[in-house]
């Protein structure tokens, strides 16, 4: 099947220290999707991009789809403790979506 | 909201077993799908449905079946349970038509074959 890369695969950061982490395919998506995953949890969604070059945010996350619609970019400003997680690209080349791997984040006080 | 709910959190099962994992979605959603969930092989696609009594292969079928009898819920099936199918399993859904709209998560069931 399709592979995505992640990275990083875990990012270890500071309390208040902005987060940067990226995903990459082969192929072109028409869709890209940014999840986070809370231990024992459910994946919840975060944010949806549907254009290239589209920017898109949802309070101190921000993610772009990227013009070449090969990757997708998702930031977190000012981190704080409950951004503790385990965060997911996914993406629709049309056909399934694919999931990357995965970017742990440990925030630390 | 939309609502995703998986029967289990937590289950254990012998090998040789039959087992099933029961999923039901309360927003009418039209796509179901289920996934495993492994440490660093991310979330990979078993089986999904695009409509009742549908179903197609993802990219690990094998040692699964599924059953969608109706809209809101689809079960997945382990035929004779082995050690290697001890994983998270989650099951999503989501809208319509449009196939890449957002997939929506239930809370997991962590499955255990002994």
């Known amino acids: 099947g399709q592979q995505l890369n992640q990275s990083p695969q875990s990012m270890f950061i500071q309390e208040g220290e902005d987060v940067s982490m990226n995903c990459t395919s082969s192929?072109?998506?028409?869709?890209w999707l940014w999840y986070k995953q809370d231990p024992g949890e459910g994946p919840v969604l975060l944010i949806a991009?549907?254009?290239?070059?589209e920017l898109t945010s949802n309070g101190r996350l921000t993610a772009q789809f990227g013009i070449t619609r090969k990757d997708s970019f998702l930031n977190i400003s000012a981190s704080i403790p409950s951004d503790v997680g385990i965060y997911f690209c996914?993406?629709?080349?049309?056909?399934?979506?694919?999931f990357g791997t995965g970017t742990s984040l440990t925030v630390i006080p | 909201d939309v609502k995703v709910t998986q029967s289990s959190r937590y289950l254990v099962k012998r090998t040789g077993e039959k087992v099933f994992l029961e999923c039901v979605q309360d927003?009418?959603?039209?796509?179901m799908f289920w996934y495993r969930q492994d440490p660093g092989l991310g979330l990979r696609l078993i089986y999904f449905?695009?409509?009742?009594?549908?179903?197609e292969k993802g990219d690990i079928p094998e040692g699964y079946s599924v059953s969608r009898e109706k809209k809101e819920r689809f079960s997945l099936i382990l035929e004779s349970a082995s050690t290697n199918q001890t994983s998270m399993y989650l099951c999503?859904?989501?809208?319509?038509?449009?196939?890449?709209?957002?997939?929506?998560f239930g809370d997991g069931t962590r499955l255990s074959i002994l």
């Open positions: 999503a859904s989501g809208k319509g038509a449009h196939r890449n709209q957002p997939q929506h």
């Open positions: 192929s072109i998506f028409n869709t």
């Open positions: 991009l549907y254009k290239a070059g």
């Open positions: 996914a993406g629709h080349p049309p056909g399934q979506f694919y």
């Open positions: 927003m009418d959603h039209e796509n």
């Open positions: 449905s695009y409509d009742v009594k549908m179903k």
